[in-house]
C-alpha cells in the first residue's frame, strides 16, 4: 500500500493560488491519486483524481508528473471558505480507502 | 451522487453501554465503509461492510468491540460496544461509487464516552 507525505499545514490569503504537493514513492501501477477536502465537523469531500498527467475540473486542478511519485493539488484564488483539511489518497482498484494525515490549509484575509 | 446520512448525529454515552449508529443511502449501493476519526486525527478505515455477508475488519478492530451489519443495499449500522472514553470519536460511513471509482461520505456521528 502507498504511503502519502503532505506538509502537516499550509498558510495563504484570499485570492491566491495555493498549491498542495503529496509525495507517494511507492505508488503500483493500477492505484490512481484521489484527493479529499474536510471541513470541521464533516465528511469528506471528493475533489479531484487523476491518474497521469493533468486533470482540471470546476473546483481545482490536480497535476501528477511522469513517474507519479507525486501530485500537486492546485487551488485557484483560493477564499476564507477554502479552509480545511486536504486529504491525498492513492487508491488501488479494490477502492479501500486509507487517510494520511492530510494538510491543514488556513486561508488568511 | 446519492444522499447519506447518519442517526445519530451525536450522541454522549456512559462507559460500558453501547451505541448503535446508522447509516442509510437513497439508492442501492454495493460497498459501504465505516470510519473513526479521533479528534484532531485523520480517518482510520474500521471495516468494509458486505451485503449479505460478515463485515470485512481492518487490522486493529474486532467484530465483538465494533460489530456491524448490512442488511440490504442501502443500509448500514455499526456498533460500537463496551464503551470507553477512548472510544469517543467520529464515525463515519461511507459508499463507493463504480462509476467514479471514489467514495462519499456521510455527515458522521459525534460520539462522546463519559
Known amino acids: 500500500l502507498a504511503k502519502t507525505t503532505q506538509p502537516i499545514s499550509m498558510d495563504s490569503y484570499e485570492g491566491q493560488e495555493v498549491n498542495i504537493t503529496c509525495s507517494h514513492n511507492?505508488?503500483?501501477?493500477?492505484?490512481?491519486i484521489t484527493w479529499y477536502q474536510q471541513f470541521p465537523s464533516q465528511g469528506p469531500r471528493f475533489i479531484i483524481q487523476?491518474?497521469?498527467t493533468k486533470v482540471t475540473n470546476e473546483v481545482a486542478s490536480l497535476f501528477i508528473p511522469a513517474d507519479r511519485k507525486s501530485s500537486t493539488l492546485s487551488l485557484p484564488r483560493v477564499s476564507l471558505s477554502d479552509t480545511a483539511v486536504y486529504y491525498c489518497?492513492?487508491?488501488?482498484?479494490?477502492?479501500?480507502?486509507?487517510f494520511g494525515s492530510g494538510t491543514k490549509l488556513n486561508v488568511k484575509p | 451522487s446519492a444522499v447519506i446520512s447518519q442517526k445519530p448525529s451525536r450522541d454522549i454515552c456512559q462507559r460500558g453501554t453501547s451505541l448503535t449508529i446508522q447509516c442509510q443511502v437513497d439508492?442501492?449501493?454495493?460497498?459501504m465503509f465505516w470510519y473513526r476519526q479521533q479528534p484532531g486525527q485523520s480517518l482510520t478505515l474500521i471495516a468494509t461492510?458486505?451485503?449479505?455477508?460478515?463485515?470485512?475488519?481492518e487490522s486493529g478492530f474486532v467484530i465483538d468491540k465494533f460489530p456491524i451489519s448490512r442488511p440490504n443495499l442501502t443500509f448500514s449500522t455499526l456498533t460500537v460496544s463496551n464503551l470507553s472514553p477512548e472510544d469517543s470519536s467520529i464515525y463515519l460511513c461511507?459508499?463507493?461509487?463504480?462509476?467514479?471509482?471514489?467514495?462519499?461520505f456521510g455527515p458522521g456521528t459525534r460520539l462522546t464516552v463519559l
Open positions: 489518497l492513492v487508491v488501488p482498484n479494490f477502492n479501500k480507502f486509507y
Open positions: 511507492n505508488i503500483a501501477t493500477n492505484d490512481y
Open positions: 487523476g491518474y497521469k
Open positions: 439508492s442501492q449501493v454495493t460497498m
Open positions: 461492510a458486505n451485503q449479505g455477508s460478515e463485515a470485512t475488519y
Open positions: 461511507s459508499y463507493y461509487r463504480t462509476d467514479t471509482d471514489t467514495q462519499y
